[in-house]
T-cell receptor, first 110, second 113 residues
Framework: KQEVTQIPAALSVPEGENLVLNCSFT??????LQWFRQDPGKGLTSLLL?????REQTSGRLNASLDKSSGRSTLYIAASQPGDSATYLC?????????FGAGTRLTVKP | GAVVSQHPSWVICKSGTSVKIECRSL??????MFWYRQFPKQSLMLMAT?????????EQGVEKDKFLINHASLTLSTLTVTSAHPEDSSFYIC?????????FGSGTRLTVV
């Protein structure tokens, strides 16, 4: 069974900092990996999707990398803003199965 | 882009009653749909996987007789929480999968009083 771990569990940074969120998974035979954002009491917003054949994806200030062989992915957020405050979830898809990490709760202070 | 509609967005019900949550893929056919549950400050936990026209596969620890899943068409799956109790209060989210992508509904906040 795929296990997905996210580190750190919580992170608080001042506005403007660059930061890295980490995700690791135990089974490297994945189909894709996806990063989501979740605001309190809300659903999921998809940020980036990396197929298993890809190494990274970029969208604006976000960059996600994937190292399938080592079972790791990172989400890099550049020039963080207070509006980036949310919980960030990593999810790994393998065949017909998608598993989530516990998330990183990010707070960006003005 | 792909859209999944989930209804209702929130529901309050009395203990002992049943609640049905709908999940529809609006512009694509979903061969597989997933149901997740999220307790406060926890991550999403997979409850069950359903394929159109067949019985759902439940994760260990999830009672299939309590959480009834019907996937009658390629665009609709329903989750019925039967004889709901306060401990079933949670955030339920569905996901519809085509060959490439998983698209998530906006979730249903269930409160059992």
């Amino acid at each position: 069974k795929q296990e997905v771990t996210q580190i750190p569990a919580a992170l608080s940074v001042p506005e403007g900092e660059n930061l890295v969120l980490n995700c690791s998974f135990t089974d490297s035979a994945i189909y894709n990996l996806q990063w989501f954002r979740q605001d309190p009491g809300k659903g999921l917003t998809s940020l980036l999707l990396i197929q298993s054949s890809q190494r990274e994806q970029t969208s604006g200030r976000l960059n996600a990398s994937l190292d399938k062989s080592s079972g790791r992915s990172t989400l890099y957020i550049a020039a963080s803003q207070p509006g980036d405050s949310a919980t960030y979830l990593c999810a790994v898809r393998r065949n017909n199965d998608m598993r989530f990490g516990a998330g990183t709760r990010l707070t960006v202070k003005p | 882009g792909a859209v999944v509609s989930q209804h209702p967005s929130w529901v309050i019900c009395k203990s002992g009653t049943s609640v049905k949550i709908e999940c529809r893929s609006l512009d694509f056919q979903a061969t597989t749909m997933f149901w997740y549950r999220q307790f406060p400050k926890q991550s999403l936990m997979l409850m069950a996987t359903s394929n159109e026209g067949s019985k759902a596969t439940y994760e260990q620890g999830v009672e299939k007789d309590k959480f009834l899943i019907n996937h009658a068409s390629l665009t609709l799956s329903t989750l019925t929480v039967t004889s709901a109790h306060p401990e079933d209060s949670s955030f339920y989210i569905c996901s519809a999968q085509d060959s490439l992508f998983n698209t998530f509904g906006s979730g249903t906040r269930l409160t059992v009083v």
